[in-house]
């Protein structure tokens, strides 16, 4: 295929805009791909900006979600005109990625589109979503149940933390939200949050454990929010860590962990084997389908438009998911 085709590419020093490429110019893969959909994640926006250390090696195509139709593989499991998505698995880290007309992708993370799913549906749920459903795959794991009491989502208007209001209340668990954003107070109780909570303002308390308010927690956030979040969660309960939009550090002691036994667990949606990311979609489209994906997506662009959403992320100001259009 001499085809050429337009993406988003990545440079060190940092320098990032559409290009035109041909297949030459982007990674091997068993399967190649049209790309119809991409999405905007937080490490898209650090990505794109410069301003995280996300890519291993440059240039590289960014985007960490993909959806389209198998134009070729080398791989039987897959034919061409097959609908399948990728998220994470290295897109933009240390392979190219979504923000491309064509790609070629490992067959090892390639999931089949579930049938329920739209590729459109599938990017307006992308990594974001996947994040929320490993969650509370996670914390139902460790013996979460929504008769221990709520869960808490910080971050909450963000893409993580809508699909999480959306999935954990579809699950039937009592979803509370904190938010930067009090004007959003309707949008989140529209998804399902029954009570939000703004982040201003928001004092946690200094001794080891302070008065536990939620059975569990959905973190987005990291730092004196996840710290603060410790001392606030039921015996038992458990935190999926997941993000770091407000900080990195940690400063908390042993005392809720061997005195109310809650755990502490981190969320690496990247990196998820196969059979758990494969279920994981199946959740997604069937029983954890999300209720409210036509209100999360809150836009959709194109390649053209994704400096302008990265800088709005960058800067806090996410509302729900982004989808691209690609191609
Ligand atoms: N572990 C994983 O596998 C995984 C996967 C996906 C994402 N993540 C991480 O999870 C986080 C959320 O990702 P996302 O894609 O949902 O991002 P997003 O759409 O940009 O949402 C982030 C949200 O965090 C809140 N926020 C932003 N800056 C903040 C600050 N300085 N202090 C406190 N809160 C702040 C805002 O919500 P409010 O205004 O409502 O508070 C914002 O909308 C990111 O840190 C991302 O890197 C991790």
């Known amino acids: ?3 050429t085709f337009r993406a988003f590419r990545i440079h060190e020093p940092h320098r990032a805009g559409i290009e035109t490429l041909t297949l030459g110019d982007i990674n091997d893969g068993e399967v190649t791909v049209r790309v119809a959909y991409s999405s905007v994640n937080y490490k898209d926006a650090l990505a794109g900006t410069g301003t995280g250390k996300i890519l291993r090696r440059f240039p590289l195509v960014g985007g960490i979600d993909l959806a389209g139709h198998v134009v070729a593989s080398r791989d039987p499991r897959f034919r061409e005109g097959d609908p399948i998505l990728v998220t994470g698995s290295g897109l933009s880290e240390h392979r190219d990625g979504g923000y ?74 009592e979803v509370h939200a904190i938010t930067g954003k009090p004007d959003q107070i309707e949008f989140l109780t529209s998804l399902g ?31 004196e929010m996840l710290s603060g979040l410790t001392r606030m969660i039921k015996p038992w309960g458990s935190i999926a860590s ?86």
């Open 1 to 3: 295929m001499n085809e």
């Open 100 to 173: 491309s007309e064509l790609m070629r992708v490992e067959a090892a993370w390639v999931v089949p589109l579930p049938p329920n799913l739209s590729l459109r549906e599938a990017m307006g749920i992308g990594t974001a979503g996947f994040t929320a459903a490993l969650s509370l795959w996670r914390m139902l794991a460790a013996g979460q149940k929504p008769d221990m009491g709520p869960i808490v989502v910080t971050g909450a208007t963000g893409g993580v933390g809508v699909l999480a209001i959306d999935i954990f209340t579809r699950a039937g668990f």
């Open 193 to 223: 949050a029954q009570q939000c909570i703004s982040r201003d303002g928001l004092y946690f308390g200094q001794r080891p454990m302070e008065s536990a308010t939620w059975a569990g927690a959905v973190d987005n956030v990291g730092g």
């Open 242 to 327: 997941c993000g770091l939009a407000g900080g990195t550090s940690l400063h908390t002691t042993v005392m809720p962990f061997i005195i109310r036994g809650i755990s502490l667990i981190g969320i690496n949606s990247s990196g998820t084997p196969y059979p758990i990311r494969s279920d994981l979609w199946q959740r997604l489209a069937n029983e954890w389908r999300p209720r409210h994906l036509d209100r999360i997506i809150t836009e959709e662009v194109t390649l053209d438009d994704l400096p302008t959403v990265f800088q709005r992320l960058v800067g806090g100001g996410g509302r729900g998911r982004t989808v691209v259009k690609v191609s």
